[in-house]
């Protein structure tokens, strides 16, 4: 495909996303789902514009899906503000440990007695189809920093922490395949090494450093009046980059650390600011334009806000929009690369993983380990469903085809994993909205829950 091929497309793309966005707001129809439809009709059974070799171009998809879930983690972890002895932490606790490691073993035993799947590939495919997704979950995440709803934290803490959670079993399961099923000479190595070291060192490593930058940014910027002119988004991008690149130089895991970071960013400025509502929220009426010159750039007095609570609204205001704009962007181009590859990959028996996935093994096991205490009935039955398979999953896929998984295991993996999360997109996109909108009406009558 031709680079002005390549550009047509993604202007036609982008037009029709930008047209149909005002009216799709009312429907059961996400962002997501258009792309996807979009990436089939010019695949090969469409227009046969776009047709992806995922064996062949594994290694920069892998690049793709990484900066993708990078920014997602790092926005979804300066969204979370209740600091981590709240109590609305405890469900993502569980979503992100017990109930994601019952998820690995469910659709393990359901590729291999439904399907017929060796025990390698099946446990393979359970570790890489485990993490909910923060890229495409964001709707049903929360909000802003000042959403404390249980269900859309629990969701949102899951979404944050099991892409790092679920990287061990990954790579067991790789371990695992390539040893013909043996586990006497590695399993040590890896228990102390991905497991006891690589996750802990991840979350310490990003929180210190998101918490170190965000005090001294704040700091620097009250010192130097410097509040509302500063490159907030290379200071986001720096953050990723560095909480990325010094976590996985020691052994740690990456996406764990940049999460960290993005939450420890956020406790700096809840330490700093001492106010209830996040400072963004706080500076809003403050601030107008942000392109604006500084002199055109603010609608009232900035003396109705202490200091840091300015520096800290406009660095955090600022850091949101910026990941969410490149957020947004990835996720446009991979679920449309998705659709493209779909025709070539299509599994027939997706469906019936997905479902199983989707409507029996997630389902029950947030039902048997998570508390009433935690989540009352109507929360536990929604986060049930809303277990969002997405680019996570395709990213893991691009991991384990980089570490030479033989042919016949590679057709089974992406024809699987790219089936399911495309039909994740389709039943979670029809589904989410009007259920969300039940619940918040639900809760809207009953503040308490």
């Given at each position: 495909m031709?680079?002005?091929?390549?550009?047509?497309?993604l202007?036609?793309?982008l037009?029709?996303?930008?047209?149909t966005?005002?009216f799709?707001?009312w429907m059961?129809?996400?962002?997501?789902?258009?792309?996807?439809?979009f990436?089939?009709?010019?695949?090969?059974?469409g227009?046969?514009?776009?047709?992806?070799?995922?064996?062949?171009?594994?290694?920069?998809?892998?690049?793709l899906t990484?900066?993708?879930?990078l920014?997602s983690l790092?926005?979804?972890?300066?969204?979370?503000r209740?600091?981590?002895?709240?109590?609305?932490?405890?469900?993502?606790?569980?979503l992100?440990?017990?109930v994601?490691?019952a998820?690995?073993?469910g659709v393990?035993?359901a590729?291999?007695?439904i399907?017929?799947?060796?025990?390698t590939?099946?446990?393979?495919?359970?570790?890489?189809?485990?993490p909910?997704d923060p890229?495409l979950?964001?709707?049903v995440?929360?909000?802003?920093?000042q959403?404390?709803?249980?269900?859309r934290?629990?969701l949102s803490?899951?979404a944050g922490?099991?892409d790092?959670?679920?990287f061990?079993f990954?790579?067991?399961a790789?371990?695992y395949?390539?040893?013909g099923?043996?586990?006497?000479?590695?399993?040590?190595?890896?228990?102390?090494?991905?497991?006891?070291?690589?996750v802990?060192a991840?979350?310490?490593i990003g929180y210190g450093?998101?918490?170190?930058v965000?005090?001294?940014?704040?700091?620097?910027r009250i010192?130097?009046a410097?509040?509302?002119t500063s490159?907030?988004?290379?200071?986001?991008?720096?953050?990723?980059?560095?909480a990325?690149v010094v976590?996985?130089?020691?052994?740690a895991?990456g996406?764990?650390s940049?999460?960290?970071?993005?939450?420890?960013?956020?406790?700096a400025?809840?330490?700093v600011?001492?106010?209830?509502?996040?400072s963004?929220h706080?500076?809003?009426?403050v601030l107008?334009h942000?392109?604006?010159?500084?002199e055109?750039g603010?609608?009232?007095?900035s003396?109705?806000?202490?200091?840091?609570?300015?520096?800290?609204g406009?660095?955090?205001?600022?850091m949101?929009?910026?990941?969410?704009?490149v957020e947004?962007?990835?996720?446009?181009?991979?679920?449309?690369?998705?659709?493209?590859?779909?025709?070539?990959?299509?599994d027939?028996?997706?469906i019936g993983?997905?479902l199983?996935l989707f409507c029996?093994?997630?389902?029950?096991?947030?039902?048997?380990?998570i508390?009433?205490?935690l989540?009352?009935?109507?929360?536990?039955?929604?986060?049930?469903?809303f277990?969002?398979?997405?680019?996570?999953?395709?990213y893991y896929?691009?991991?384990?085809?980089?570490?030479?998984l033989?042919?016949?295991v590679?057709?089974?993996v992406?024809?699987?994993t790219l089936?399911?999360?495309a039909?994740?997109?389709l039943l979670h996109g029809?589904s989410?909205?009007p259920l969300?909108?039940?619940?918040?009406r639900?809760?809207?009558?009953?503040?308490?829950t």
């Open positions: 031709s680079f002005l091929v390549c550009m047509g497309v202007g036609v793309l037009m029709l996303l930008a047209l966005s005002s799709l707001r059961p129809v996400t962002t997501s789902a258009v792309c996807l439809a990436g089939f009709s010019i695949g090969p059974m227009l046969d514009i776009v047709d992806l070799d995922f064996k062949a171009s594994h290694e920069w998809l892998e690049r990484e900066v993708a879930v920014f790092f926005g979804t972890g300066i969204k979370l209740l600091p981590l002895k709240g109590k609305a932490w405890h469900s993502a606790y569980w992100a440990g017990p994601m490691l998820t690995i073993a393990s035993v590729a291999h007695y399907f017929g799947i060796d025990w590939i099946s446990l393979l495919l359970g570790a890489m189809l485990s909910t890229v979950a964001g709707m995440q929360v909000n802003s920093a959403d404390q709803d249980r269900l934290f629990g803490g899951e922490l099991n790092g959670t679920a061990p990954v790579i067991f790789l371990l395949l390539t040893s099923g043996g586990m006497a000479n590695w399993v040590q190595d890896w228990l102390i090494k991905d497991l006891i070291w690589a802990p991840g979350l310490l450093m998101g918490r170190g965000g005090h001294l940014m704040i700091f620097l010192k130097n410097d509040s509302t490159p907030n988004d290379f200071l986001a991008l720096a953050l990723i980059a560095l990325y976590a996985q130089s020691v052994g895991f996406f764990l940049v999460f960290a970071a993005g939450f420890g960013l956020r406790q400025e809840v330490r600011t001492r106010s209830e509502l996040p963004e706080v500076a809003q009426p107008g942000m392109t604006a010159s500084l055109k603010t609608v009232a007095e003396d109705d806000l202490s200091d840091s609570q300015l520096a800290a406009v660095m955090m205001g600022d949101l929009a910026f990941g969410s704009l947004r962007a990835m996720e446009v181009l991979l679920i449309t690369l998705l659709g493209a590859a779909l025709a070539t990959y299509w027939w028996r997706a993983l997905g199983a029996v093994i997630r389902p029950v096991s947030v039902w048997l380990l508390s009433r205490r989540l009352n009935r109507k929360q536990k039955a929604l986060v049930g469903w277990g969002i398979r997405g680019i996570g999953s395709l896929l691009c991991f384990a085809l980089s570490h030479g033989a042919d016949d590679g057709d089974v992406i024809g699987m089936s399911v999360v039909l994740s997109i029809i989410i909205q969300l909108e039940r619940y918040e639900s809760a809207s009558a009953n503040p308490e």
